[in-house]
């Protein structure tokens, strides 16, 4: 079996409100999944679904082939999974040790976490008061604490909101060195940059849907096209008629105009009076800003 | 065994919050200091008093109202202070007491003449008495009475008849100053009435017939303090558990720890066991601390055994049940804070663990039954100071069921799963 997580027309429903609305997606194992959405998309409603903390009104919801809706089920996959939620807390009078050893011994057995420690830049700050840290810190503090016992899949929801860039890249590469042992790992992010860069999959999520759905350069190749040009407009008229041909998106006094190939961008560039002109390779940013229709990251 | 994870962090959390600690321990101890020395009659136990002895002399006090002053004072609850015969009582106690805050002064006048007229009123009194005794003993035994014995009776009767008619009468008052809103005003007219009877008795030749004695109900005398410390420990045990739980769940959930502590494998019963048995430590701590607080400072001796300690825990289990379903039903911190303050603060005064429910009015002994606090307290006070096996064993059994319920209500209050 190589699919970690299987979710088949999942829904939940609060009265006539669908937070989460048939969504199907599979994740495999040993690779990233990230699943992107706007606030109120249903990517936590997701997580907690699959978590096993929260109930589901119809579809289907596996994790490592257990059935998340069946309680027995349920206790098995909390043993095989590790949380780390957004805004981590805890007791916040507990030390740094304290906090990651209470969560190893939540899984019964002997878990040493010194290197967990070491490989996150806690091994110092292990006699710090939790809530003395910087959020930051706690947040590192909340990965240390989610893949303690050694998990089979480790949810990640918003692990570097709140990090300085330097800690940012930590975490990423701590991420790499969780898939390289082999771990599924189920990431959100508002950052568009560090999904890019570590999902091997990526589902991004509107108003309870799932709206695409595929690798970052299919999804950036699908959306994006081949290169974007920003364009400033000498005569703002013309705007209207690049919108004719090509797709574009209105932003300030620039308009970003998608193109697919490079005789287009050849025809744009000779055909158009403009002012000022930037081509860029699209991002995974192009694509989200397409797909749901706002920047996440403003 | 992952309460016991449960147990370690929740206790650590405790312990090292300051101010957690000062209200679950510290605080009890100052108000068990308060009631002590307000409620207990702690301190000098005695009433202040001036008195003014008018009767006075060529300068010096009469026999009879130096005695009188003397009987007062071997009362040992009154602390006397004279005031000089010549000048303005009232004054003169306003002027003494004035650099005294918040202070109420009582004066006692003994008037002019009171040694005479007292004498005067006893002596024909004791005529009266005479003269009645001696005249109805004659009319009921005149048979037995030889005739001449009878006419020298008679004869001295009429003598007694005639010295009573000049004999007059008469009342003595004494005067005594007091304030309306001093409560020990109270005591100190109590001890001046009954000195006073006594007078009266004695110069008319009475004895006393009723006299009271005073034993105690236990096989060793207890103090107001023995009362009080079983009282506040079941409160602040009661309120520890409730507030404790309440508290600490509302506030986990609001910060996302409990949603944490979801994913995990963690039991419902795990956590509600951890939590639990922090409050039981909690709890005996708190009981261990004021007994020897209680100790120190009033000389209480109240032996903790092992019907105390189990009385703890079950105070505790029905407590914490009640704190898990406030935590339960009421999602923010401070509305099932609001919530357990509206429930724990009435059961205190309610129950009889401050005052006796005997001094309440028969509508509120009635509630108080309804109160599991009452119940909770009673075992405390039958283990810990009356060792009454009988009061142990009922209000153990009731306090368990009670214990049962709040817990099985607590244990389906607490979600476990979101919705």
Same mark, same amino acid.
């Given at each position: 079996?190589?699919?970690?997580?299987?979710?088949?027309?999942?829904?939940?429903?609060? +009265?006539?409100?669908?937070? =989460?609305?048939?969504? !199907?997606?599979? %994740?495999?194992?040993? *690779? /990233?999944?990230? #699943?992107?959405? $706007?606030?109120?998309?249903?990517?936590?409603?997701?997580?907690?679904?699959?978590?096993?903390?929260?109930?589901?009104?119809?579809?289907?919801?596996?994790?490592?082939?257990?059935?998340?809706?069946?309680?027995?089920?349920?206790?098995?996959?909390?043993?095989?999974?590790?949380?780390?939620?957004?805004?981590?807390?805890?007791?916040?009078?507990?030390?740094?040790?304290?906090?990651?050893?209470?969560?190893?011994?939540?899984?019964?057995?002997?878990?040493?976490?010194?290197?967990?420690?070491?490989?996150?830049?806690?091994?110092?700050?292990?006699?710090?008061?939790?809530?003395?840290?910087?959020? +930051?810190?706690?947040?590192? =503090?909340?990965?240390? !604490?989610?893949? %303690?016992?050694?998990? *089979? /899949?480790?949810? #990640?929801?918003? $692990?570097?909101?709140?990090?300085?860039?330097?800690?940012?890249?930590?975490?990423?590469?701590?991420?790499?060195?969780?898939?390289?042992?082999?771990?599924?790992?189920?990431?959100?992010?508002?950052?568009?940059?560090?999904?890019?860069?570590?999902?091997?999959?990526?589902?991004?999520?509107?108003?309870?849907?799932?709206?695409?759905?595929?690798?970052?350069?299919?999804?950036?190749?699908?959306?994006?096209?081949?290169?974007?040009?920003?364009?400033?407009?000498?005569?703002?008229?013309?705007?209207?008629?690049?919108?004719?041909?090509?797709?574009?998106?209105?932003?300030?006094?620039?308009?970003?105009?998608?193109?697919?190939?490079?005789?287009?961008?050849?025809?744009?560039?000779?055909?158009?009076?403009?002012?000022?002109?930037?081509?860029?390779?699209?991002?995974?940013?192009?694509?989200?800003?397409?797909?749901?229709?706002?920047?996440?990251?403003? | 065994?992952?309460?016991?994870?449960?147990?370690?962090?929740?206790?650590?959390?405790?312990?090292?919050?300051?101010?957690?600690?000062?209200?679950?321990?510290?605080?009890?101890?100052?108000?068990?200091?308060?009631?002590?020395?307000?409620?207990?009659?702690?301190?000098?136990?005695t009433?202040?008093?001036?008195i003014?002895?008018?009767?006075?002399?060529?300068?010096?006090?009469?026999?009879?109202?130096s005695a009188y002053i003397d009987a007062l004072n071997h009362t040992n609850v009154l602390d006397i202070?004279?005031?000089?015969?010549?000048?303005?009582?009232?004054?003169?106690?306003?002027?003494?007491?004035?650099?005294?805050?918040?202070?109420?002064?009582?004066?006692?006048?003994?008037?002019?003449?009171?040694?005479?007229?007292?004498?005067?009123?006893?002596?024909?009194?004791?005529?009266?008495?005479?003269?009645?005794?001696?005249?109805?003993?004659?009319?009921?035994?005149?048979?037995?009475?030889?005739?001449?014995?009878?006419?020298?009776?008679?004869?001295?009767?009429?003598?007694?008849?005639?010295?009573?008619?000049?004999?007059?009468?008469?009342?003595?008052?004494?005067?005594?100053?007091?304030?309306?809103?001093?409560?020990?005003?109270?005591?100190?007219?109590?001890i001046i009435?009954s000195v006073?009877?006594a007078f009266?008795?004695?110069?008319?030749?009475?004895?006393?017939?009723?006299?009271?004695?005073?034993?105690?109900?236990?096989?060793?005398?207890?103090?107001?303090?023995?009362?009080?410390?079983?009282?506040?420990?079941?409160?602040?045990?009661?309120?520890?558990?409730?507030?404790?739980?309440?508290?600490?769940?509302?506030?986990?959930?609001?910060?996302?720890?409990?949603?944490?502590?979801?994913?995990?494998?963690?039991?419902?019963?795990?956590?509600?066991?951890?939590?639990?048995?922090?409050?039981?430590?909690?709890?005996?701590?708190?009981?261990?601390?004021?007994?020897?607080?209680?100790?120190?400072?009033?000389?209480?001796?109240?032996?903790?055994?092992?019907?105390?300690?189990?009385?703890?825990?079950?105070?505790?289990?029905?407590?914490?049940?009640?704190?898990?379903?406030?935590?339960?039903?009421?999602?923010?911190?401070?509305?099932?804070?609001?919530?357990?303050?509206?429930?724990?603060?009435?059961?205190?005064?309610?129950?009889?663990?401050?005052?006796?429910?005997?001094?309440?009015?028969?509508?509120?002994?009635?509630?108080?039954?309804?109160?599991?606090?009452?119940?909770?307290?009673?075992?405390?006070?039958?283990?810990?100071?009356?060792?009454?096996?009988?009061?142990?064993?009922?209000?153990?059994?009731?306090?368990?069921?009670?214990?049962?319920?709040?817990?099985?209500?607590?244990?389906?209050?607490?979600?476990?799963?979101?919705?």
């Open positions: 079996m190589d699919e970690a997580i299987v979710v088949g027309s999942l829904v939940k429903r609060y +009265g006539s409100f669908a937070a =989460v609305d048939g969504i !199907s997606f599979t %994740v495999n194992k040993g *690779e /990233i999944f990230s #699943l992107l959405g $706007p606030n109120g998309a249903g990517k936590t409603t997701t997580i907690e679904i699959l978590e096993c903390i929260r109930s589901y009104t119809s579809g289907d919801a596996r994790v490592l082939g257990y059935d998340v809706s069946k309680p027995r089920d349920a206790r098995e996959i909390k043993k095989l999974i590790g949380v780390l939620p957004q805004d981590f807390s805890t007791f916040e009078n507990l030390k740094v040790g304290e906090v990651v050893g209470f969560f190893a011994g939540l899984y019964g057995g002997k878990h040493e976490y010194d290197d967990i420690l070491q490989s996150l830049d806690l091994s110092n700050d292990r006699n710090k008061k939790f809530d003395d840290l910087s959020g +930051g810190m706690k947040q590192k =503090v909340g990965i240390a !604490s989610a893949i %303690v016992h050694e998990p *089979e /899949i480790v949810f #990640l929801d918003e $692990p570097t909101t709140g990090l300085d860039p330097g800690s940012r890249r930590e975490v990423w590469k701590f991420i790499t060195r969780l898939k390289e042992r082999g771990k599924t790992i189920f990431l959100t992010t508002h950052y568009m940059e560090e999904a890019q860069l570590l999902s091997d999959h990526i589902g991004i999520m509107n108003r309870g849907k799932i709206a695409a759905l595929d690798t970052p350069q299919r999804l950036i190749a699908q959306y994006g096209g081949c290169k974007k040009v920003e364009l400033k407009l000498k005569d703002e008229s013309l705007a209207a008629k690049i919108s004719q041909d090509f797709e574009t998106v209105r932003k300030n006094d620039k308009i970003t105009v998608y193109i697919k190939n490079t005789r287009d961008l050849n025809r744009l560039m000779v055909e158009t009076d403009y002012e000022d002109i930037e081509v860029m390779t699209p991002t995974l940013e192009d694509v989200f800003l397409k797909v749901v229709g706002i920047n996440l990251e403003e | 065994m992952k309460f016991l994870s449960v147990f370690s962090v929740t206790f650590k959390q405790w312990f090292r919050s300051p101010a957690t600690v000062f209200f679950s321990i510290l605080f009890p101890l100052v108000l068990l200091l308060i009631f002590g020395f307000v409620f207990a009659g702690i301190g000098s136990g009433t202040s008093i001036y003014q002895n008018q009767d006075v002399v060529n300068g010096t006090s009469t026999p009879l109202s202070s004279l005031i000089p015969s010549g000048v303005d009582a009232r004054s003169y106690a306003q002027n003494l007491s004035s650099n005294q805050f918040f202070s109420s002064y009582r004066i006692l006048i003994i008037p002019p003449g009171f040694q005479n007229e007292t004498l005067a009123s006893a002596y024909a009194i004791r005529l009266n008495t005479t003269y009645d005794t001696l005249n109805s003993t004659l009319s009921d035994f005149a048979q037995f009475i030889p005739p001449n014995d009878t006419a020298i009776i008679q004869a001295g009767l009429g003598a007694l008849k005639s010295y009573a008619a000049n004999a007059t009468v008469g009342n003595v008052t004494l005067t005594f100053l007091s304030d309306p809103s001093d409560t020990n005003a109270l005591i100190a007219r109590g009435n006073a009877m009266n008795s004695q110069l008319v030749g009475g004895s006393s017939v009723i006299n009271t004695q005073d034993q105690s109900l236990n096989a060793r005398s207890l103090t107001s303090v023995d009362y009080y410390l079983p009282g506040l420990i079941a409160a602040f045990v009661m309120t520890n558990g409730i507030f404790g739980l309440t508290n600490i769940t509302a506030d986990l959930r609001k910060r996302g720890v409990i949603r944490r502590l979801l994913s995990t494998p963690l039991t419902k019963l795990d956590w509600i066991l951890g939590n639990i048995l922090t409050q039981v430590v909690i709890g005996l701590m708190l009981t261990l601390v004021m007994i020897l607080f209680a100790f120190l400072v009033f000389r209480v001796v109240a032996i903790p055994d092992a019907f105390t300690l189990l009385a703890v825990a079950i105070g505790v289990v029905a407590f914490s049940g009640l704190g898990m379903i406030f935590g339960g039903l009421v999602k923010n911190v401070e509305t099932s804070s609001a919530l357990a303050n509206v429930v724990a603060f009435p059961m205190m005064f309610l129950s009889g663990s401050f005052f006796p429910t005997g001094l309440y009015p028969p509508i509120i002994q009635s509630i108080s039954y309804f109160i599991p606090l009452t119940y909770f307290s009673n075992a405390l006070r039958s283990t810990l100071i009356t060792k009454d096996m009988t009061g142990i064993v009922f209000n153990l059994g009731i306090l368990s069921v009670i214990a049962m319920v709040f817990i099985g209500i607590g244990v389906w209050a607490i979600r476990w799963k979101e919705n």
